[in-house]
């Protein structure tokens, strides 16, 4: 609760942003002891100081999407701020996780849909890419949006509609086992790794990476 309490205080302050410097020094070192509601107060102590501006970030999703690989990123996002727009095949319509049915309302249908009004796009793994890239609209939101240069965050299956958009030649990226000769056939270079960070493309492997993950994903937004 002080931790919180700080942070409206000082983001309160008509104060030169030096001030929040200090204080954000102070909340950096409590950070290491991984209290949740400091780690969210540091980041917004950030944000403050280089003047950034709170993020759109569209998140690509139908059903059977992996649970923890929507939930986990996207209460980090918004506990950071962050604004989130669900687009799928219907909009109004709801979908839900593969193994946990974590419901997901469908905000925007993807066909009416552009990439401008978004920051950041998270495709969510599971078996919601697979079913995803046989929509074209979908594939075509997702080739605009890597193609415009603004991040892509993707994790586990999520690179299955990447591929489908023809637009991994030359990448490097991660991504679930089961995908691996996938992703080189498509001419990408494939990294055994956590997380993989290639311009503006952010990926990982599974649900075990995605500490990681969203640790990357919250830095470039």
């Given at each position: ?121 998270l495709i969510p793994g599971g078996y919601s890419p697979d079913k995803l890239r046989v929509d074209a609209d979908a594939v075509k939101f997702a ?79």
């Amino acid at each position: 609760m002080f931790f919180k309490t700080g942070c409206i205080s000082i983001l309160s302050l008509q104060k030169p942003r030096l001030i929040c410097s200090y204080f954000f020094a102070t909340i950096l070192f409590l950070t290491y002891l991984n209290s949740a509601d400091t780690i969210v107060c540091s980041l917004k102590i950030q944000q403050f100081v280089k003047g950034g501006k709170m993020k759109q970030v569209a998140v690509l999703i139908t059903d059977l999407f992996e649970d923890s690989e929507y939930t986990e990123p996207v209460a980090a996002f918004k506990a950071s701020g962050h604004n989130i727009t669900h687009i799928g095949i219907k909009a109004g319509t709801e979908v839900k996780g593969k193994k946990e049915n974590t419901p997901v309302p469908i905000d925007k249908a993807v066909k009416d849909t552009g990439i401008e009004a978004f920051d950041a796009l998270l495709i969510p793994g599971g078996y919601s890419p697979d079913k995803l890239r046989v929509d074209a609209d979908a594939v075509k939101f997702a080739k605009d949006f890597l193609a415009s240069g603004k991040p892509v965050f993707t994790i586990c299956h999520g690179p299955q509609l990447l591929i489908t958009a023809d637009v991994l030649k030359g990448r490097t990226l991660t991504g679930y086992q089961s995908i691996i000769q996938d992703i080189k056939n498509a001419g990408a270079t494939f990294v055994n790794q956590e997380v993989v960070e290639d311009g503006n493309l952010i990926t990982s492997r599974n649900p075990n990476d995605l500490p990681a993950f969203i640790k990357s994903c919250l830095a470039r937004l």
